[in-house]
């Protein structure tokens, strides 16, 4: 019930397109909803962030969407560039101190 | 200064050397953690440090030993390590409180090596 499901494991978009990332969750306590970029050698960077009391959040290009009653939550990046391709993980929490990743999907932008 | 930094950047040891990994922040933030992280998997947590005491231990082998000497910093001390120790080790800081979330900034992490 901890688990964080994430896909896809890669994917690839065109300069300018849409960049879509899905996540799934069990636990209903998760009230916190974060997206990390990481990119080659680096430390993964808090990216956007939601709870579950609104159902979408959008800062810039990046939106998360939000379904608690599907215990659903998206990633939504708007005209993709290449300096987009990285990894990103989604994570959620709940009353503990502890960060439940995805496994993780590495995004390539082609010019 | 809103940024966790951590030191060195690069650890190359041997299975019979002792060595430390440092991590700082100033942003006030009373939770410190460490991760490890194995290429392209997610952070693995390790340790949780809150209001400077050791409040999560995620079953982590007595050859990584945490120090917290104050709010800003946390200290890693290796010692005896195995090559499948080698991984990225990331620090990461939040501000606990009423009303704060998990909201986790993460340093650069030190790339370490075991031979």
């Known amino acids: 019930q901890q688990q964080v499901k994430q896909s896809p494991q890669s994917l690839i978009v065109q300069k300018g397109g849409i960049s879509i990332i899905n996540c799934a969750y069990e636990?209903?306590?998760?009230?916190?909803f974060p997206w990390y970029q990481q990119f080659p050698g680096k430390g993964p960077a808090l990216l956007i962030a939601?709870?579950?009391?609104?159902s979408e959040k959008k800062e810039g290009r990046f939106t998360i969407s939000f379904n608690k009653s599907a215990k659903q939550f998206s990633l939504h990046i708007m005209d993709s560039q290449p300096g987009d391709s990285a990894t990103y993980f989604c994570a959620a929490s709940g009353a503990t101190n502890k960060l439940i990743f995805g496994t993780g999907t590495l995004l390539a932008v082609q010019p | 200064d809103t940024e966790v930094t951590q030191t060195p950047k690069h650890l190359v040891m041997g299975m019979t050397n002792k060595k430390s990994l440092k991590c700082e922040q100033h942003m006030g933030h009373r939770a410190m953690y460490w991760y490890k992280q194995k290429a392209k998997k997610p952070p693995e947590l390790m340790f949780v440090?809150?209001?400077?005491?050791?409040?999560i231990n995620e079953s982590v082998p007595s050859r990584f030993s945490p120090e917290c000497p104050n709010s800003s910093l946390l200290n890693l001390h290796l010692h005896a390590l195995q090559p499948e120790d080698s991984a990225l080790y990331l620090c990461?800081?939040?501000?606990?409180?009423?009303?704060?979330?998990?909201?986790?900034?993460f340093g650069p992490g030190t790339r370490l090596t075991v031979l």
């Open positions: 636990n209903t306590a998760f009230d916190y």
């Open positions: 939601i709870r579950p009391d609104v």
């Open positions: 990461a800081s939040r501000p606990v409180g009423r009303g704060s979330y998990n909201e986790q900034f």
């Open positions: 440090y809150s209001y400077e005491k050791l409040s």
